[in-house]
């Protein structure tokens, strides 16, 4: 028991250390750059009271892709315990936000669902995860149809 407690303990820690890190988004997938991406485009959007579709479609040149990220993003503002902190569009470090979003659509890419939950372990409700699991193989699936 003291050894499993151990080990959790030093995988926090290497989490946080991890978090103060800053990463730049070009150390990230191409795959998980178009989300952050659509997060920030979609966030401009949403704060001007305006809808982001055909701007996001323009710019992914896919209706589908567009569609599917908006979905994601609808599941994510919906389970995430606070509003998603994104950086502004021109910035190219991620926020702690985007960083554990991007990391978990990887993991779903790589269909690696014991990654994916390890992401988001103790921040969502399981039932979340599995929305957000969903969404986000929809968007996997899309982005490279």
């Not at 989490?15 to 991406?37: C, H």
Request: glycine fraction near 2%.
């Amino acid at each position: 028991m003291k050894g499993s407690q151990s080990k959790q303990t030093d995988q926090a820690a290497d989490w946080v250390t991890q978090l103060q890190k800053p990463t730049k988004i070009n150390e990230l997938s191409p795959l998980a750059q178009r989300l952050i991406f659509s997060l920030r485009l979609i966030a401009v959007y949403r704060k001007a009271g305006k809808d982001p579709f055909a701007a996001l479609a323009s710019r992914l040149g896919s209706l589908v892709v567009a569609a599917k990220s908006l979905q994601l993003v609808e599941a994510l503002a919906h389970a995430w315990p606070d509003p998603v902190q994104v950086r502004r569009c021109c910035c190219q470090l991620v926020s702690h936000d985007e960083l554990t979003i991007a990391r978990a659509l990887q993991a779903v890419a790589n269909r690696e669902r014991a990654n994916f939950d390890r992401q988001l372990v103790g921040l969502l409700p399981h039932e979340a995860q599995i929305d957000i699991w969903t969404a986000a193989t929809e968007l996997v699936t899309a982005e490279f149809a």
